[in-house]
């Protein structure tokens, strides 16, 4: 029943910007920390971001951090990923996950989350 669905994915050039959103049905997003992930043909899947249940907790992969920014609207039950300055190794599959659970230290593990979404292509090219 608990669902998550991202949007917003595409081509654009390097330099761009683009904005992903995970829209969540089934669950009430604000009781839950959301974590964006991405996996690129061939690689393991990297942590891109974890944004604790209030929203004032942020951490970042340190290839994204200064570029990426992730934000909360609890009204609509959506979570946003800002993209900025996007370069080509940015291109992947792009993916939001929920975790319930309350977490001692922030930290990026795959382990943590229980729902993912579908995940969405980026893709930058010239």
């Known amino acids: 029943q608990l669902r998550l669905v991202e949007s917003g994915g595409g081509l654009v050039e390097p330099g761009g910007s683009l904005r992903l959103s995970c829209a969540a049905s089934?669950?009430?997003?604000?009781?839950?920390?959301v974590g964006w992930w991405r996996q690129a043909p061939g690689k393991e899947r990297e942590g891109v971001s974890r944004m604790s249940r209030n929203g004032k907790g942020i951490i970042y992969g340190a290839s994204v951090e200064g570029r990426f920014t992730s934000y909360r609207d609890n009204a609509k039950n959506m979570v946003y990923l800002q993209m900025n300055s996007l370069r080509p190794e940015d291109t992947a599959i792009y993916y939001c996950a929920a975790d319930p659970r309350a977490r001692l230290k922030p930290r990026l593990m795959i382990g943590d989350y229980d729902t993912w979404g579908q995940g969405i292509q980026v893709t930058v090219s010239s």
């Open positions: 089934g669950f009430s997003l604000e009781t839950y920390a």
